[in-house]
């Protein structure tokens, strides 16, 4: 999956309990993205990074936040997992941005309990 | 609010047919548009992606038909296979949010034999 790994790949949680995700890529790609894919809502958009510590909001990031302190890692933490934070979570990277060739990872089954 | 409205939820086609996906949007300012496909377990693959500037694009028998005045593309899968059966999304992305994509929900395609 273009040397995108993501971790862990199924997690359990309870309510309340901070979580983080982990994305790694070997690319060097500049612009890495979180999405969660939920049934009926197709993929939406978390976080992004544009740079090393150079992350904005997407459409749906209350609950969440990022951190990309090297251009091959960039964390999702969820403060205080909730029961509707349950969802499937994808890392995609790109090179040039634009939102061109966006390459996803294999993604991160999240449930909370 | 969805950026990018997908129809329909699900479509099944026999084999051979051609599964039409259609999207429309509103932003004008949107100026390239993909559209992925996604296998059960598998994170999102591009497939096809166009800009504004052509109608159509073709890549095997995969047709993205565009129309920006009805601000309105499409997806024509031709000589349709059971291999073809996915999840599809279509996308949009702008310049000014770190070109992420905004994607349509999704269309689950089934080919049957």
């Known amino acids: 999956d273009a040397g995108i790994t993501q971790s862990p790949r199924h997690k359990v949680t309870e309510t309340g309990t901070p979580v983080t995700l982990r994305c790694h890529q070997t690319?060097?790609?500049?612009?890495m993205y979180w999405y969660r894919q939920d049934p009926g809502h197709g993929l939406r958009l978390i976080h992004y990074?544009?740079?090393?510590?150079?992350?904005d909001k997407g459409e749906v990031s209350d609950g969440y936040s990022v951190s990309r302190s090297k251009t091959e890692d960039f964390l999702l933490t969820l403060e205080s997992a909730t029961s509707s934070q349950t969802s499937v979570y994808f890392c995609?990277?790109?090179?040039?941005?634009?939102?061109?060739?966006?390459?996803f990872g294999s993604g991160t089954q999240l449930s909370v309990l | 609010q969805q950026q990018v409205k997908q129809s329909p939820q699900s479509l099944i086609v026999q084999k051979g047919g051609i599964p039409i996906i259609n999207c429309a949007y509103e932003?004008?300012?949107?100026?390239?548009f993909p559209w992925y496909q996604q296998f059960p377990g598998k994170g999102p693959a591009l497939l096809i992606a166009?800009?504004?500037?052509?109608s159509e694009k073709k890549e095997g028998r995969f047709t993205i038909s565009f129309n920006k005045s009805a601000k309105q593309f499409s997806l024509h899968i031709m000589d349709s296979q059971p291999g073809d059966s996915a999840t599809y999304f279509c996308?949009?992305?702008?310049?000014?949010?770190?070109?992420?994509?905004?994607f349509g929900k999704g269309t689950s395609l089934l080919v049957t034999p």
């Open positions: 690319e060097n790609h500049r612009y």
């Open positions: 996308a949009a992305s702008i310049p000014n949010s770190g070109y992420a994509l905004n």
């Open positions: 932003n004008t300012a949107f100026d390239y």
């Open positions: 990074s544009y740079g090393v510590k150079d992350t």
């Open positions: 995609a990277i790109s090179e040039r941005g634009r939102g061109e060739k966006l390459f």
């Open positions: 166009i800009r504004p500037d052509v």
